[in-house]
């Protein structure tokens, strides 16, 4: 019989038919916005970190494994705007242990947003930004606004594209919720034309996009 690793989490997503993950947890990080704090340490679910930001900036490499809860007060800058996660460094995979009914990012309009720029603006916030490759699994990511440039087909703004997601490395997506976001350009996801943008087996809805010429996500690859 094959012995698994003493430190190792099982995850079964909350619908059936999905295959269990198996994931040696040693030196993984765990975030919640509910119970954690960042004065733990991140090494279990007891010991959580609050913030995505302070259990990113601990690892260039691993899996941060985030807790039920609303994700609304993290604001990160960069230069596609604000955003609620940033991945900026290594490869990173967040799983929401507890799946995507209960593991929401929420990100919010430009409360200054001009009339005609449905909530988009500079003061507005995407729920996630990458520099980096990642990978997302089990999350709602929903009220991303971008800011109100658009650019063109050709040459895009960044800061106007991709209100639940924009990233510049390759990003994967899977079994997520993807709702209610609202951009210039490539409402949902949006990655860049040398990288890849995957989405596997999520759910796009109510995604709002202010210009005709473009639509909810802007990729590579669908299944």
């Not at 704090?37 to 690892?59: L, P, W």
């Not at 494994?65 to 990173?92: I, L, M, Q, W």
């Not at 930004?129 to 109100?148: C, D, E, H």
């Amino acid at each position: 019989m094959p012995k698994w690793p003493e430190e190792t989490l099982w995850l079964a997503p909350p619908e059936n038919g999905h295959a269990l993950l198996q994931i040696e947890t040693a030196g993984f990080k765990w975030v919640d916005c509910v119970n954690g704090s960042d004065d733990n340490d991140g090494a279990t679910r007891e010991t959580a970190y609050k913030t995505f930001a302070k259990a990113h900036a601990t690892m260039n490499y691993g899996t941060i494994f985030v807790c039920p809860g609303v994700y609304s007060n993290e604001v990160h800058e960069s230069d596609a705007g604000k955003c609620r996660f940033a991945f900026t460094s290594g490869y990173t995979r967040a799983i929401a242990v507890e799946g995507p009914e209960k593991t929401i990012i929420l990100g919010a309009p430009d409360p200054e947003a001009e009339a005609d720029k449905d909530g988009c603006g500079p003061n507005a916030v995407r729920c996630v930004y990458g520099t980096a490759n990642f990978s997302m699994q089990g999350f709602t990511l929903t009220g991303g606004y971008t800011g109100a440039a658009g650019g063109t087909v050709t040459v895009p703004n960044v800061s106007g594209c991709g209100g639940a997601a924009y990233g510049t490395g390759t990003s994967i997506f899977r079994d997520c919720i993807i709702t209610n976001n609202h951009a210039r350009r490539a409402a949902a996801v949006y990655g860049t034309p040398k990288c890849y943008a995957t989405l596997y087996n999520c759910r796009i809805s109510g995604n709002r996009t202010a210009l005709n010429d473009d639509g909810a996500v802007r990729g590579r690859r669908l299944v």
